[in-house]
C-alpha cells in the first residue's frame, strides 16, 4: 500500500534516501550499423578561431550507402529555455560506407581558412561550448527538451550533446568543446548511445563526401553590391503570408536599417522609405545574420543581397519572411527612419484572424482592414508605433510584456484582458520586447500601465506571435496592483481550496515554500481542506526512482505554520515512477492537506497506485472502498497523466468527498495566432476522456446517496466554456462554480495577455450554500510562487445537510 500521511517517525530515515542522487547509468548500445554524427564544431569564425564557418559531420558506419536524402540535421542550445525552438538543416544525396558528409553551418567573423566543399549548407549559429546536435528521420523540427524525451522519439537517428548540454545520449555530454576545438567521434565509430564516452576533444578535421580536408584555403571574401537592383521590399513580401520569390537570390535590396538584434536569433530589420500602395504588402524585412553579429547600424542605409527564405519557428507557426546568407553594403549612415504604423483600438480590426477551414492561411491574399493578424502580417518587419498601453501579461523570465492597444476590449476590474470564448480572441494584445540593452523591458503586472510611445519593429515567434522589437520603449506606471486576502471562514463553513504549486520539491529554494505557504496561511485564509496540484516527489527532476513526497510535504506545512497558519496532516498516493507525466524524474501528484482540528479524514485501506475506488452503498450512507483513493488509475484516459485523488472526509459528524484533479496540459495544440485556422486542440481529446471518469465516479458516488457532498476541484486545464467542462458537469452531477462569478471575473491563469480559467471548483447539487473566490495572488504578477492563481469555496453547515 503506498498511502503517505504526515508523522516525524515515518520521515526519520526516508526522507535521507529519498534526497539521495545517484547518476544515471550509461546505455550499452551495439555499434551503430547506419549513419552516425562523427564530429561536431560550433566555434566557427569565432575570436581564436581558424575555421570560418560551424560544421557537422555524419560518417556511415555500416557496408552500404546510406541516403541522407529526407532527412535533417538539428541544433538545439544546450540549456534550452521556454522559447528555445530547434534549427533544422535539410540533407540530400548519400554516405558511402566508411565515407563522411559535411554539413557547412552559419559563417562568422573570424578565422580564415575555408572548409572543404560542403555536401549542404545550413544556417545555423551553433554555440563552441555547449550545445546538442540531431541527425533526424525526417525534417520538422523535434520538440522535446530533456534527454528523457528525445530518447523516446524515434526519429532520432543519432545525438550529440557537447559542453554542458542538458540533453545528450548516456552519462553526460562531451566535455572540451570551444572555439578551437570540436567534438569527434573515434576512427572505429563505435557509438553505445554515451556521449562522454564515444566522443572526445581535439583540433577540427572537417571531411566531405569527396574524402576532401579544410587544407588551409584562404575563404574568399564575398563583395557588397554596390548598385540597387531590381527587386524591393514588397516584391519579396508579397500579398500572403509567404513570399512569391522563397528561395531566390536577390541583389542589391535597398533600404534604411530599422533594429538590429545581437543576440539570440541574430540579424536586423531594413524598411523601403519609397513604399508601394498596397497595405498588404509589408515594406520591412529581417536580414539573418547567423552566427555574425550585425555590423550595420539604425539609420544606415544599405543595399543588401541574400537569398529569400521563410523561417517557420514551429510546425504550426506562421513563418517569418527573411533573407539569409546576407552581403551588406552601406551606403549612408545617421538616416531619418520610416515614419512608424500607430497601432491603436481604431486601426486594429475586431476579427482577429480569417478561417481556412482547419486548414493553412499561408496562402490567403491578406485583409488587413478586416483581420487583426493579417494585418500585424503586412506589417512584418516594419516599424510601428503604440501609445499608453495597458499591461496584460505580466513581465516575464525571458524579459518580455503583453499589452493591449484596445483599452476596453473585455477588461476587467484588475486590469486585464478576459478570454471569453473561442470566438473572442482579443485582437488588441501585442508581446513587448526591448532591442535596447540600455533599457530592458520593465518589471510589470496586470494592469499597469507603458505611458507614452513605444516604437518598434514588428516581429512574429512561436511563442506568442506578433510582437514589438521596441527601440523606444515608453515609461512605467506602476497602478499599484495587490493580492488579494479572501475571508477567513466561520466556525460553521468548511473551506475547502486548490492550489498548483508548479513543481514543487523539497530541494526548491526556502524562498519558493515560504511564498506559496504565505499564500495558504495568509491569501488563503487557512482553509480547512487544500487540494495540491504538482508537487513532485522528494528530489524533482532526479530521475533514480524515488517516489515519495514526505520531505517535500514537512518542508511546506512547516513553511505554512510559519507563515501562521495550522499544522496541516497530508494524504496522498505515491505514483508509479514516472507514469503520471509532468517532468521527467518528477513524479507530480495531487495531494490533500487538511487541518485535523476543523477536518477529519477518514483513513480506509487498499488505495494505491493502480487499485481503482470505488463508491460503496452501505446502510449508513455511501462510503469510499479505500481512502485516499485513485479514480479508475489503469484507465487509458489516464496514461501518462496524474491520477485523480478521492478522499472521505468528516466535517461536524458528517462526510464530505474530495477529488482533487489535474487533466492533461495543453501540449500539443494549435496556437490562437498559427498557421492552421480554426486550430485544432488534439489535447482536448484526453481532457474529455478524463472528465469523463470523474463525471462517472462523482455519478455513482450521488446514485449511491443522492445528497452526497461531493467537491470536484483542482487544475482541469481547460476553460468554463469547453468541451471539458461540457462532459465533466453532464447530467447535473456537478456544478462550476467559476460561472456563478461575472463573467470579467473568471479567470485564475495569464497566457499570452489573456485572462482565462484553467483552475476549477465543482460541487454537488446537495451543496447549496456556498461562496465561492477566486483569489488573485500570481497569474497576474512578475513576481510568482507558481503560474496559477488559487481558489476557495466556503460551505454552510446550515443547508448543508438535509
Request: aromatic share 6%; with cysteine; net charge negative.
Amino acid at each position: 500500500m503506498q498511502i503517505y500521511r504526515s508523522g516525524s517517525v515515518l520521515l526519520t530515515g526516508a526522507v535521507a534516501a529519498a534526497l539521495a542522487v545517484t547518476a544515471l547509468p550509461a546505455a550499452q548500445a551495439a555499434p551503430s550499423a547506419t549513419a552516425v554524427i562523427s564530429e561536431v564544431y560550433g566555434g566557427g569564425g569565432n575570436s581564436g578561431a581558424t575555421l570560418t564557418r560551424d560544421f557537422v559531420e555524419l560518417a556511415n558506419a555500416g557496408s552500404a550507402p546510406f541516403e541522407v536524402g529526407g532527412l535533417s540535421v538539428q541544433y538545439l542550445p544546450g540549456s534550452p529555455s521556454a522559447g528555445s525552438r530547434w534549427q533544422v538543416s535539410e540533407l540530400s544525396g548519400s554516405i558511402a560506407p566508411g565515407g563522411r558528409y559535411l554539413v557547412a553551418q552559419a559563417k562568422g567573423n573570424g578565422g580564415t581558412v575555408a572548409l572543404p566543399t560542403a555536401d549542404a549548407t545550413g544556417t545555423i549559429a551553433m554555440a563552441a561550448g555547449s550545445g546538442t546536435v540531431a541527425l533526424v528521420s525526417g525534417t520538422a523540427p523535434l520538440t522535446c527538451k530533456s534527454a528523457a524525451d528525445c530518447a523516446a522519439d524515434t526519429r532520432i537517428v543519432d545525438l550529440v550533446g557537447y559542453g554542458s548540454a542538458v540533453v545528450r545520449e548516456g552519462s553526460g555530454p562531451v566535455p572540451g568543446a570551444s572555439a578551437t576545438a570540436s567534438v569527434a567521434r573515434a576512427a572505429s565509430l563505435a557509438d553505445t548511445d554515451d556521449n562522454a564516452a564515444d566522443l572526445t576533444a581535439g583540433t577540427p578535421t572537417p571531411v566531405n563526401t569527396k574524402g576532401e580536408t579544410s587544407g588551409g584555403g584562404q575563404e574568399p571574401e564575398e563583395p557588397g553590391p554596390t548598385e540597387p537592383g531590381d527587386v524591393r521590399i514588397h516584391d519579396i513580401q508579397g500579398t500572403t503570408r509567404l513570399s512569391p520569390l522563397d528561395g531566390t537570390m536577390v541583389d542589391g535590396v535597398p533600404g534604411v536599417v530599422t533594429g538590429v538584434r545581437s543576440s539570440g536569433s541574430r540579424g536586423f530589420w531594413i524598411q523601403d522609405t519609397a513604399p508601394d500602395n498596397d497595405p498588404r504588402t509589408s515594406e520591412g524585412l529581417f536580414v539573418y545574420t547567423g552566427s555574425t553579429a550585425p555590423s550595420v547600424a539604425v539609420g544606415d542605409s544599405v543595399l543588401v543581397s541574400g537569398k529569400v527564405g521563410e523561417y517557420r519557428p514551429g510546425s504550426s507557426t506562421q513563418s517569418i519572411t527573411q533573407l539569409t546568407a546576407p552581403r551588406t553594403t552601406v551606403l549612408s549612415s545617421g538616416n531619418a527612419l520610416p515614419d512608424p504604423v500607430v497601432l491603436n483600438a481604431r486601426s486594429v480590426p475586431g476579427r482577429y484572424v480569417p478561417s481556412a477551414d482547419g486548414g493553412t492561411i499561408d496562402a490567403l491574399t491578406l485583409d488587413p482592414s478586416r483581420y487583426a493578424l493579417d494585418l500585424y502580417e503586412a506589417l512584418e518587419g516594419s516599424r510601428v508605433e503604440i501609445a499608453d498601453t495597458r499591461v496584460t501579461g505580466a513581465t516575464t523570465a525571458y524579459d518580455e510584456i503583453w499589452v493591449t492597444v484596445k483599452p476596453w476590449e473585455n477588461r476587467n476590474r484588475r486590469g486585464g484582458t478576459v478570454y471569453a470564448s473561442y470566438e473572442d480572441q482579443n485582437t488588441g494584445r501585442l508581446k513587448v520586447m526591448s532591442l535596447d540593452p540600455a533599457r530592458p523591458v520593465p518589471t510589470a503586472n496586470v494592469g499597469d500601465v507603458l505611458k507614452g510611445r513605444t516604437t518598434g519593429v514588428l516581429d512574429y515567434a512561436s511563442y506568442g506571435g506578433y510582437n514589438v522589437q521596441a527601440t523606444e520603449m515608453g515609461t512605467l506606471v506602476d497602478k499599484k496592483l495587490r493580492r488579494e486576502v479572501t475571508r477567513k471562514q466561520r466556525w460553521n463553513e468548511l473551506a475547502v481550496a486548490t492550489y498548483n504549486v508548479e513543481n514543487l520539491d523539497a530541494l526548491d529554494d526556502q524562498d519558493k515554500f515560504d511564498t506559496l505557504a504565505e499564500g495558504v496561511a495568509v491569501n488563503l485564509s487557512s482553509p480547512d481542506i487544500v487540494s495540491l496540484e504538482e508537487i513532485q516527489d522528494d528530489n524533482g527532476p532526479v530521475n533514480d526512482g524515488t517516489t515519495g513526497s514526505e520531505a517535500t510535504l514537512k518542508r511546506f506545512t512547516d513553511a505554512i505554520v510559519a507563515q501562521g497558519g495550522p499544522r496541516y496532516e497530508w494524504r496522498y498516493i505515491a505514483p508509479e515512477n514516472n507514469k503520471d507525466g509532468g517532468q521527467p524524474g518528477g513524479n507530480i501528484r495531487n495531494v490533500f492537506l487538511f487541518n485535523p482540528k476543523r477536518v477529519s479524514f477518514t483513513d480506509r485501506p487498499g488505495g494505491d497506485a493502480t487499485t481503482a475506488v470505488r463508491a460503496v452503498d452501505t446502510w449508513w450512507g455511501v462510503k469510499l472502498s479505500a481512502s485516499p483513493g485513485r479514480i479508475n488509475p489503469t484507465s487509458p484516459a489516464w496514461n501518462n497523466s496524474r491520477k485523480p485523488l478521492v478522499g472521505e472526509f468528516v466535517f461536524r459528524g458528517r462526510p464530505v468527498f474530495v477529488i482533487g484533479n489535474h487533466f492533461a496540459s495543453k501540449g500539443g495544440d494549435q496556437p490562437l495566432h498559427g498557421r492552421y485556422q480554426e486550430p485544432t486542440r488534439p489535447s482536448e481529446t484526453d481532457r474529455i476522456q478524463q472528465a469523463a471518469e470523474v463525471n462517472a465516479f462523482a455519478a455513482d458516488l450521488l446514485k449511491a446517496d443522492r445528497s452526497a457532498k461531493v467537491i470536484t476541484l483542482g487544475d482541469i486545464n481547460d476553460f468554463e466554456f469547453s468541451p471539458t467542462m461540457k462532459t465533466l458537469t453532464k447530467g447535473g452531477v456537478l456544478k462550476p462554480l467559476i460561472t456563478t462569478l461575472p463573467a470579467s471575473e473568471r479567470y485564475s491563469y495569464v497566457y499570452d495577455g489573456n485572462s482565462q480559467t484553467l483552475d476549477h471548483i465543482l460541487t454537488s447539487p446537495g451543496i447549496r450554500r456556498f461562496d465561492y473566490d477566486v483569489v488573485h495572488i500570481n497569474a497576474e504578477f512578475a513576481d510568482q510562487a507558481s503560474d496559477h492563481d488559487p481558489q476557495v469555496v466556503r460551505i454552510k453547515v446550515g443547508g448543508f445537510w438535509h
